[in-house]
């Protein structure tokens, strides 16, 4: 189609240059209009905003230096292309003069024409760029700008007014409409800009319609621009026929669609694919300030009757932390399952051949030989103290806190993982200082190492380096815990402490975040540094006792 190809103008007196050039512009893909005079020239550049101007310097009623000098002061045609195409300017200063005033490039008669559709074609492309650059530039502009009148903006009443507003004005629109759903995506609000809020029920039947850009968003959940509803495309509404072009997208908040924005228009072609987007961005902006607003009103709603709900929540948070302790211990204890069942079966055997042994003897009517009973009672012991540890360590904690064994704890921690260290080609590295008392909960603090160093392990899969450090400093005691295993990205050291965030496969992700709210319940602090194919290290602080 002609009106997609570039536009060229050229304002030449000459009717033979003029023709040369259309021809050769014309061959290249070009649309050419042409003017023998200056006025002429400046007119139809005014009317028809040419792509190129190619631009002869010696020109009747207006020479070529002022027509430029006109159209760079026109903020309409500021911006066009100007390339001189002239046997006059050969001086320094004309070309320099040219270049003041404005132009963009200089080609001298006689010319190569390959050379001057290369400058046509350089000229219009950086152009181009120039002018998307300026227009997103204008658009971030104006998106910083609605954000901030987006937030100023608490009510959702007043909030869903302004999106529309806001929505229209920007896109130079004659209609604007907003659905909002609820989790369920059920609509709760439809509003328009002409009507404002209407039925939500009314709503529903316009996004069961087949027929509608807005079913069309919310069944795909993708942004619809409609050029024109008469050309075949999807119609807006049955009885809407006044609306030619449309542009609509979803509004979505970590996720979830939360609302459609949806423009339109009585022009055909009104709506481009840089509306679209600008739409898509401001629908970007009004999802955060909606979700917003609708958590203020919650949180308002919820103030209303905090003092009731204040000690009914209060109990329900510590039973489910208590629960997650559990939950996670339990996890801990499956982790640990391999290495103990390792642990109880050796000495089953010599426990097991013992009693062959005494078995033999009895029936024999031999003396039964008590180092062969010992043997076996000492088994049995090491056994009990194996169950008893992991009975301590299940056994659901209190919250009382008394003084803490740092070493102590690190040493049972050990025991309960000393086979599965060997087993993974682990080696240990302990640097333990003195500690000064700690006060704390013994089976909590437990839990948390247990989970750091099983982490590390884990880490670990093909053997490494495992150090525990203890050391003081002014205000508490620090426990590093540090692998030389896989690492860790920023992304994942981010967000590692966040609920069932887990790198595993088998993960709960609740480990870590159960043991950041244990040692935040202390008093203490703990964080990670780690580096991918480096390692980690995990810190703990804790603070000292008062009484230290």
């Given at each position: 189609?002609?009106g997609?190809r570039?536009?060229?103008?050229?304002?030449?007196?000459?009717?033979?240059?003029?023709?040369?050039?259309?021809?050769?512009?014309?061959r290249?893909?070009?649309?050419?209009e042409?003017?023998?005079?200056?006025?002429?020239a400046?007119?139809?550049?005014?009317?028809?905003?040419?792509?190129?101007?190619?631009m002869?310097?010696?020109?009747?009623?207006?020479?070529?230096?002022?027509?430029?000098?006109?159209?760079?002061?026109?903020?309409?045609?500021?911006r066009?292309?100007?390339?001189?195409?002239?046997?006059?300017?050969?001086?320094?200063?004309?070309?320099?003069?040219?270049?003041?005033?404005?132009?963009?490039?200089?080609?001298?008669?006689?010319?190569n024409?390959?050379?001057?559709?290369?400058?046509?074609?350089?000229?219009?492309?950086?152009?181009?760029?120039?002018?998307?650059?300026?227009?997103?530039?204008?658009?971030?502009?104006?998106?910083?700008?609605?954000?901030?009148?987006?937030?100023?903006?608490?009510?959702?009443?007043?909030?869903?007014?302004?999106?529309?507003?806001?929505?229209?004005?920007?896109?130079?629109?004659?209609?604007a409409?907003?659905?909002?759903?609820?989790?369920?995506?059920?609509?709760i609000?439809?509003?328009?800009?002409?009507?404002?809020?209407?039925?939500?029920?009314?709503?529903?039947s316009?996004?069961e319609?087949?027929?509608?850009?807005?079913?069309?968003?919310?069944?795909?959940?993708?942004?619809?621009l409609?050029?024109?509803?008469?050309?075949g495309g999807?119609?807006?509404?049955?009885?809407?026929?006044?609306?030619?072009?449309?542009?609509a997208t979803?509004?979505?908040?970590?996720?979830?669609?939360?609302?459609?924005?949806?423009?339109?228009?009585?022009?055909p072609?009104?709506?481009?694919?840089?509306?679209?987007?600008?739409l898509?961005?401001?629908g970007?902006?009004?999802?955060?300030?909606?979700?917003?607003?609708?958590?203020?009103?919650?949180?308002?709603?919820?103030a209303?009757?905090?003092?009731?709900?204040?000690e009914?929540?209060?109990?329900?948070l510590q039973?489910?932390?208590?629960?997650?302790?559990?939950?996670?211990k339990?996890?801990?204890l499956?982790r640990?399952?391999?290495?103990?069942?390792?642990?109880?079966?050796?000495?089953?055997?010599?426990?097991?051949?013992?009693?062959e042994?005494?078995?033999?003897?009895?029936?024999?009517?031999h003396?039964?030989?008590?180092e062969?009973?010992?043997?076996?009672?000492?088994?049995?012991?090491?056994?009990?103290?194996?169950?008893?540890?992991l009975?301590?360590?299940?056994?659901?904690?209190?919250a009382?806190?008394?003084?803490l064994?740092?070493?102590?704890?690190?040493?049972?921690?050990?025991?309960?993982?000393?086979?599965?260290?060997?087993?993974?080609?682990?080696?240990?590295?302990?640097?333990?200082?003195?500690?000064?008392?700690?006060?704390?909960?013994?089976?909590?603090?437990?839990?948390?190492?247990?989970?750091?160093?099983?982490?590390?392990?884990?880490?670990?899969?093909?053997?490494?380096?495992?150090?525990?450090?203890?050391?003081?400093?002014?205000?508490?005691?620090?426990?590093?815990?540090?692998d030389?295993?896989?690492?860790?990205?920023?992304?994942?050291?981010?967000?590692?402490?966040?609920?069932?965030?887990?790198t595993?496969?088998?993960?709960?992700?609740l480990?870590?975040a159960v043991?950041?709210g244990?040692?935040?319940?202390?008093?203490?602090?703990?964080?990670?540094?780690?580096?991918?194919?480096?390692?980690?290290?995990?810190?703990?602080?804790?603070?000292?006792?008062?009484?230290?």
């Open positions: 189609m002609p997609d570039p536009l060229v103008l050229i304002a030449d007196d000459e009717r033979n240059a003029v023709v040369l050039l259309t021809r050769i512009l014309e290249d893909g070009f649309a050419v042409s003017a023998k005079d200056g006025e002429t400046l007119q139809k550049a005014t009317e028809l905003h040419p792509d190129l101007i190619l002869d310097v010696q020109m009747p009623r207006m020479n070529g230096f002022e027509v430029t000098q006109q159209l760079r002061d026109n903020p309409e045609t500021a066009i292309p100007v390339i001189f195409v002239t046997a006059a300017a050969r001086e320094p200063s004309d070309v320099a003069h040219g270049f003041q005033l404005g132009a963009d490039d200089y080609i001298r008669k006689p010319y024409y390959h050379e001057l559709l290369a400058r046509a074609h350089s000229k219009m492309r950086a152009r181009q760029l120039e002018d998307r650059l300026q227009r997103r530039s204008e658009e971030l502009e104006a998106l910083v700008r609605i954000g901030g009148e987006f937030n100023q903006r608490l009510g959702l009443n007043e909030l869903t007014e302004l999106i529309l507003l806001i929505a229209s004005q920007e896109l130079s629109a004659g209609h409409e907003l659905f909002l759903f609820n989790e369920n995506r059920r609509l609000v439809w509003r328009d800009v002409r009507q404002g809020m209407r039925e939500p029920a009314e709503g529903a316009v996004l319609n087949e027929h509608t850009v807005a079913a069309h968003v919310f069944r795909r959940g993708e942004p619809v409609v050029a024109d509803t008469q050309d999807m119609p807006y509404l049955p009885n809407a026929a006044d609306f030619r072009s449309i542009v979803p509004l979505r908040h970590h996720g979830r669609l939360v609302g459609i924005l949806l423009v339109a228009d009585e022009r072609q009104h709506f481009s694919e840089n509306d679209l987007r600008l898509r961005s401001i970007e902006q009004a999802a955060l300030a909606v979700r917003n607003a609708q958590l203020h009103a919650a949180l308002q709603e919820y209303q009757n905090l003092e009731e709900m204040v009914q929540r209060t109990h329900e039973a489910a932390q208590a629960q997650l302790v559990r939950t996670e339990l996890a801990a499956g640990l399952a391999a290495g103990i069942a390792h642990e109880v079966n050796n000495p089953l055997q010599p426990i097991l051949n013992c009693l042994v005494a078995i033999e003897d009895v029936e024999h009517d003396k039964i030989d008590a062969v009973l010992r043997v076996a009672e000492r088994e049995v012991v090491r056994i009990k103290s194996i169950v008893t540890r009975l301590d360590f299940a056994r659901p904690s209190t009382d806190k008394v003084a064994d740092l070493h102590g704890l690190i040493d049972e921690i050990l025991v309960l993982t000393k086979k599965q260290l060997e087993h993974m080609h682990i080696d240990l590295e302990l640097q333990l200082e003195s500690s000064l008392p700690l006060i704390g909960n013994p089976n909590q603090i437990k839990q948390v190492l247990l989970n750091v160093v099983l982490n590390a392990m884990q880490a670990m899969p093909n053997g490494g380096r495992l150090r525990i450090a203890t050391y003081n400093n002014e205000d508490g005691v620090v426990t590093e815990v540090s030389t295993g896989v690492g860790m990205s920023e992304e994942t050291i981010a967000q590692i402490f966040e609920p069932f965030y887990s595993k496969d088998d993960g709960t992700g480990g870590l043991s950041y244990i040692i935040q319940g202390h008093g203490g602090e703990i964080h990670i540094e780690s580096e991918i194919g480096r390692g980690s290290r995990f810190v703990i602080w804790l603070p000292r006792s008062s009484s230290s």
